[in-house]
Nanobody, 123 residues
Framework: QVSPVESGGGLVQAGDSMRLTCVASGHLFSTYAMAWFRQAPGKEREFVAA????????DYDDSVKGRFIISRDNDKNKVNLQMNSLKPEDRAVYFC????????????????WGQGTEVTVSS
């Protein structure tokens, strides 16, 4: 079992960069697939990016591909989401999630969730 905790949200301008961090306490962190989801105001939560225990195994939603980079540091139980060229439509609460085994883009396949961190992008 892991307990994700997100940090790094805030207010930025369009075109800026921001880095979100998720620290997941618990054992065997390196065996978990980790993901970021987001929920914009008035919308359902959606998949952003995921990374497997092997860093080469990653997946991105098309809306962030080429702008966001997900990475992990298993020694520190940490997952990062580097967000570049931010757009107003990236505004959302970003959630970190974990599941055993392989990466998934379907949120119902994730067992453990953080409380979220809010990202606001002004135009």
């Amino acid at each position: 079992q892991v307990s994700p905790v997100e940090s790094g949200g805030g207010l930025v301008q369009a075109g800026d960069s921001m880095r979100l961090t998720c620290v997941a306490s618990g054992h065997l962190f390196s065996t978990y697939a980790m993901a970021w989801f987001r929920q914009a105001p008035g919308k359902e939560r959606e998949f952003v990016a995921a990374i497997g225990w092997l860093e080469r195994n990653v997946d991105y939603d098309d809306s962030v591909k080429g702008r966001f980079i997900i990475s992990r540091d298993n020694d520190k139980n940490k997952v990062n989401l580097q967000m570049n060229s931010l757009k107003p439509e990236d505004r959302a609460v970003y959630f970190c999630a974990a599941r055993p085994k392989g990466i998934e883009c379907r949120q119902w396949r994730y067992n453990y969730w953080g409380q979220g961190t809010e990202v606001t992008v002004s135009s």
